[in-house]
């Protein structure tokens, strides 16, 4: 029986699981599993940033794994999941909202990403897209939908810094290389809609492989009017995007069906 190096897990473990929900933090991992509509769940295996729970929907195995935090470690995730067999990956993390009508509890679903992180270009050039899946996109605005979120579908610029990629100038030297200075704006302007470390590598990477993925992100801070996070905002952020791809993911499980 072959186990994954990294993420620990082997192919019979996964008892047919070929749809995963990533979260970047592991902490977050036994929260989705043991929420409505999943099922007996369990601990498979904790193993560096990688945590991984078994859950059932309706009868599917759906497989939970946290992907650490930004591209590289969550490459070795999508890498090591494909070689087990999984199809469909949703990542549900947090996100800092660039654009002023977006608030802290907002759920964003992204559509496409701007590759400004390094992971990804070791499977494509720059001009490859970053875009999510059309139907796992549709399970995910259904997810909101039912859940009552406020959401907003669109663009995601993910970085491969948290400080200086997307202009914090909260850091410990306060300043941010002329690269960024301004760039936040810029993608305003753009009609980007929020800041993340993970969804350009993973779309990236699925579209690659030739799986499906998509990803909503819990906004726990809007970027325009703040850069301090709150515990209540980081609860809030997370809450909406845990409800948004449990549900997603149980209407397309649904919707497969049918
Ligand atoms: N995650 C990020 O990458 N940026 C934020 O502002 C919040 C969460």
Partial sequence: MHTSYHINLSAAEIEGATIAILPGDP???????????????????????????????????????????????????VEELAMLGVKTMARVGTCGAIQGNIH??????????????????????????????????????????????TYHVGITCSTDTFYPGQERYDSYTKYVPRRFQGITEE????????????????????SVMGLRAGCVCGVIVN?????????????AGESAGVQCVTLGIANLIRQERE
């Fill in 27 to 77: 902490a977050r991992v036994e929260t989705i599993a043991q929420t409505a509509p999943f099922t007996n769940a369990r601990l498979l295996t904790q193993k560096r940033e990688y945590c991984s729970w078994l859950a059932y929907m309706e009868g599917v195995p759906v497989l939970i794994t946290s992907t650490g935090i930004g591209g590289p470690s969550l490459g070795i995730a």
């Fill in 104 to 149: 802290v509890g907002d759920a964003i679903i992204t559509s496409g990403a701007v590759r400004m992180e390094g992971a990804s270009s070791h499977y494509a050039p720059i001009e490859y897209p970053a875009v999510a899946q059309h139907e796992v996109v549709q399970a995910l605005i259904a997810g909101a939908k039912q859940a009552e979120l």
């Fill in 187 to 206: 993608w305003r302007r753009l009609h980007v809609l929020n800041y993340e470390m993970e969804a350009a590598t993973l779309l990236t990477l699925a």
């Fill in 223 to 235: 970027r325009s009017r703040s850069e301090a996070i709150s515990a209540e905002a980081l609860r």
